[in-house]
């Protein structure tokens, strides 16, 4: 049988995890894998804009690029979809907040959303194959989650997450024009959205809540 190829992107900071995609994927029948491997958001942002990847394994939590344009797999993940519109994303991540999945699932649209404590390595390998073969496959946290309808319009989009990002680094809210286009009326409009669809204690600091959630 003549075996196919397919060119892989593993956008993942943890080598250990990247090298255990690789075997899982070296696993998969019948088929040939070129695979490439990102660290960082800046090694992924190269692959993405000169390479045709037909598949994209990509992890959420990942450093911030040097121009600080790209925060996480999120931004990402929209590149993706904006420039290749043929290649499959699965998403990995261990990231199980409901307002996030929504998020990502809105922004990115993946053919594969995964949380990584809801599948072994099995089930991992037969949801990319599922993928390649044309199907969507959320794991059972994610297809939860994507059912709560009342959370889809509590978008948080790269505008958001900019701005979450600029606070988490110590910027006034008054400075955050000089980064972000936008007045600083419609930022302080943005911050307190953020804080209604984040922070669920009258205490609570927005800047770690977001952390938690692991969106800065």
Do not use: W
């Not at 075997?23 to 045709?52: S, V």
């Not at 990995?92 to 995964?114: H, K, M, Q, V, Y």
């Not at 509590?154 to 505008?159: M, P, Q, T, Y």
């Amino acid at each position: 049988m003549i075996k196919r190829n397919i060119s892989v992107l593993i956008i993942e900071d943890h080598s250990i995890i990247a090298n255990a995609y690789k075997y899982i994927l070296d696993g998969i029948p019948n088929t040939n894998f070129k695979i490439c491997f990102a660290i960082n958001c800046d090694q992924a942002i190269e692959q993405i804009q000169h390479k045709n990847n037909q598949l994209v394994l990509l992890d959420l939590q990942l450093p911030v690029s040097k121009n600080e344009r790209y925060l996480s797999g999120d931004d990402l993940g929209i590149l993706i979809k904006q420039t290749s519109l043929k290649t499959k994303i699965v998403v990995l991540t261990s990231i199980s907040n409901p307002l996030r999945i929504i998020n990502i699932i809105n922004a990115i649209n993946p053919e594969g959303f995964i949380l990584k404590s809801d599948i072994d390595s099995k089930q991992l390998k037969s949801a990319i194959e599922s993928v390649l073969q044309g199907n969507i496959f959320y794991s059972k946290t994610i297809k939860k989650y994507a059912d709560i309808k009342d959370l889809k319009g509590a978008a948080i989009d790269d505008l958001d997450r900019q701005i979450l990002y600029h606070l988490s680094m110590g910027e006034k809210t008054k400075d955050l024009s000089k980064h972000i286009p936008l007045s600083t009326r419609a930022i302080e409009v943005r911050k307190t959205k953020l804080k209604t669809l984040l922070v669920t204690k009258g205490n609570s600091n927005l800047i770690k809540e977001a952390k938690k959630l692991g969106i800065v």
